[in-house]
Every structure is written in C-alpha cells, then in structure tokens.
C-alpha cells in the first residue's frame, strides 16, 4: 500500500522543491538572540525571529523558570479540567488580564489553538464571522470549524467591512475578526474605525494581539491601547512565543462570560495538554517586568525608528510600519532571494518574501527589529543592506 503513496508523495516534494518553495531548516546551535551560532559554526546577527523584546534568553525569565522547576516539577500531566491547573496558571491568567485591561483569561498551549478554539464553542449557524482576508492561519482554521455564515473582507478594507456588516444584518450575532498586526507589511488593523462600524452594525470585536502584544502602542498593551480602545473588545487573542517570551503558550483575553463558555467547550482546552508550570512562571515574571518599567518597548520603538531613517536615506523603498516589522520592498521575487542569500554572507540573517506569501510582483526583505537589538547591531544591518543593495542596483 505504501509504495503508491510514496511515489505520490515523492512527486508532491519535488513539485514543492521545482516552485522554490521547499522550506529548509537552518539549525541554530545557541540561544535565540541578536547574535546566534548556526550549527555550522557561523555567526550571525538575528533580525528574522519574533523575539521583539529579547526576552527568550533573559536571565530573569530563565531564574524564575528555574525557581519554578524546582517548586512546581516539569510538567502537568493533564488538561486543566481534570488535573492540569496550577496556583501558576491561574495567577497567570488574572496577570494577562489585568494587563490587557480586560475582565478574565484562558491559556492554551499555544495561540494556534486559542484561535483554534475560539469560534465553535460561541457562535452557531445563526451567526456571522466577518474576518479580514489577510488573518492568520490558525483564525482561517478556527472559523472553519465553526458552522456560522463566512464573510471576508478585503484587507484593513472599512468599505469593504461595511458592505459585509450590512450583509450580515441578516444573521443573530454577528463578530468582525482581525489580527491587529499583518505580519507581512507591519500595517495595524484600523481598529479605530472597526469599532465605529462595530458599534454602528451591531458586531463585536476579536483581534490577534500575536505580534503587537508587548510591542504596540506606547507601553506594549498593544492595538487596543493604540486606539485607546483598552477593556471595549469583546475578545483578544495572544501569543507567549513571540514578544512575551518566545517559548510557547497562547491565550484568549476579554469578557468574562465569553471566557467562562470557552472553559467548558473549547476543544484545544480541554482535550490539550495544560502549559508546563516554568512557562506559567516565567510568563508572570515577564508580565512583572513590563508593568515595572517600559524600557524594553522604548528601546524597541527607537530601534524601529532608527532602522527605518537610516535605511530610507539610502534611498530604500519602506513599507510604512506600525511596529516592529519592516518590509524593504524589492518586488521582484528572484531578486529578494539572492538579496538575502548575500545578507547572509555579510552575517545578517533575514528572510525574503515572495508570492504566494506575499502578493505577485511585491517581493521584499522582512526585517524584524528586537530590543535585544544594540545601535551597532542595526548599523551592520544597514551597512550590509547598503553594500548589497549597490551591487544588486537596488539603490545608487
Ligand atoms: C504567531 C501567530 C499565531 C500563532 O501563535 P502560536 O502561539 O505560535 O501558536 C497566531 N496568530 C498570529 C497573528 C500569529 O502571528
């Protein structure tokens, strides 16, 4: 039986391999940092990761989870209803909350599954989901499971959004659905105006937080604090891998009887394993950290604004960005590749998009910025950027 389907598959890898679009991994043999070491002994300086605070190796968050280890053992052994809730877990979760201003928490084992999650347990075929069309793949999966009507909208498009309210009237409860950061321009979610047409068309509001939590806005509360919405969104969803950490966890954020429904019929909940009890930890001392002091997101937003000046009087072509990603744009697939295959030899480690990720003819460079990021990190990054992009033709 297998040899049919080995053929087949063998075909589909090739075909994956001929349209360039075979994904390999580079194996990284230290920390995630600024700096990391590839197995293969080169050295080089990090502007791909998530790790927007620099918080995966920080020594406060490795001693608490530590400390936790040894008060709390390694893992759970359970889903949280049977056995899998921990004093650290529900100290976790009232944390998350009182950050994001909202009303009660509950953690997954990671975003992909609070996004997973989240839909079914609410809403029936009686309602609507309205979601941007540029939503992240664990929102495209969790509204798949779900049986309430399907509208999309065109990217941050409020006309758009506007035409599928009224279509939507048609339904019971109707939730427009957004990430609050496209990873792949750096652009916000309109939220401002979302909420207006929210108000106006009687919906509510659900909107990733993935990769703005802990960067957006001026204390890192995110797209909600940006727009001064903190505490009116019905819903919030959020990574502990990217900027809150960068190990793994995800959680749902909001209303409190939203929370309590997901409690009891949330499958990735209740049928997943609970977080190991260091991450719960490491995750409270992070939250710690950030209402302590806002050092790390003003460094990170002055890191943001001085890549972006050094690189746009070079005459590179920016996507204007509203956090920590940036998109040098250089249109033409080929082109992003071999750019950022000689950034690699210059020890600068990013990574070009092209279709389909990105739409055809807007090839770029994504360069993710990081308060772990030093002045002279990002001045090699430029200088490596201005090098190759003389070679290459991309600027005078
Ligand atoms: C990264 C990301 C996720 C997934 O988060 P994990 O915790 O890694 O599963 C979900 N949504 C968005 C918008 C993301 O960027």
Redesign the pocket.
């Known amino acids: 039986m297998y040899k049919n389907f080995q053929n087949h598959l063998q075909k589909e890898i090739a075909a994956i391999e001929e349209a360039g679009l075979y994904k390999h991994e580079r194996v990284i043999g230290s920390p995630q940092g600024a700096e990391i070491e590839l197995t293969d002994g080169t050295r080089v300086l990090n502007f791909c990761a998530n790790n927007y605070l620099g918080l995966s190796n920080n020594p406060k968050l490795i001693e608490a989870a530590k400390e936790a280890l040894n008060t709390h053992g390694y893992g759970m052994s359970s889903v949280r209803f049977i056995c899998g809730t921990g004093d650290l877990h529900k100290e976790l979760e009232a944390k998350i909350a009182d950050f994001f201003g909202t009303e009660d928490t509950i953690l997954y084992a ?3 599954d609070a ?1 997973g999650g989240v839909f079914e347990p609410l809403l029936t075929a009686e309602d609507a989901i309205i979601s941007d069309s540029l939503n ?1 793949a ?2 495209i999966d969790g509204v798949r499971l779900c049986k309430a009507h399907r509208y999309r909208y065109a990217n941050a498009d409020m006309a758009d959004l506007e035409e599928k309210l009224k279509e939507a009237q048609a339904q019971r409860f109707r939730i427009i659905v957004t ?1 609050a950061v496209f ?1 792949m321009d750096g652009n916000v979610a309109p939220l401002d105006k979302i909420y207006e047409l929210a108000e106006k068309y009687d919906a509510m509001i659900m909107i ?1 937080e ?2 703005s939590a802990g960067v957006v806005g001026k204390t890192g509360r995110g797209v909600t604090e940006l727009f001064n919405l903190e505490g009116k969104i019905e819903i919030i969803t959020g ?1 502990l ?2 900027a809150f950490g960068g190990a793994i ?2 959680f749902t954020t909001g209303k409190r009887e939203i929370i309590e429904i997901l409690r009891q019929r949330s499958r990735p909940y209740l049928f997943s394993n609970s977080i190991p009890p260091m991450v719960a930890a490491a995750g409270i001392k992070m939250i710690d950290m950030m209402t302590e002091t806002n050092e790390l997101q003003d460094k990170l937003h002055a890191n943001t604004e001085y890549f972006m000046k050094k690189m746009e009087v070079l005459g590179f072509d920016l996507k204007p960005t509203e956090s920590a990603i940036t998109a040098v744009m250089l249109y033409d697939a080929k082109l992003s590749q071999e750019f950022a295959a000689k950034l690699l030899k210059e020890g600068i480690y990013v990574i070009g998009f092209y279709y389909p990720v990105v739409p055809k003819e807007q090839a770029r460079i994504r360069v993710q910025l990081s308060a772990a990021h030093e002045k002279e990190h990002i001045d090699k990054a430029v200088a490596a950027f201005e090098k190759i992009g003389k070679e290459l033709g991309v600027i005078k």
């Open positions: 990671a975003c992909f996004n992240h664990s929102i990430d990873s990733d993935c990769h990574t891998g990217k966890g995800g």
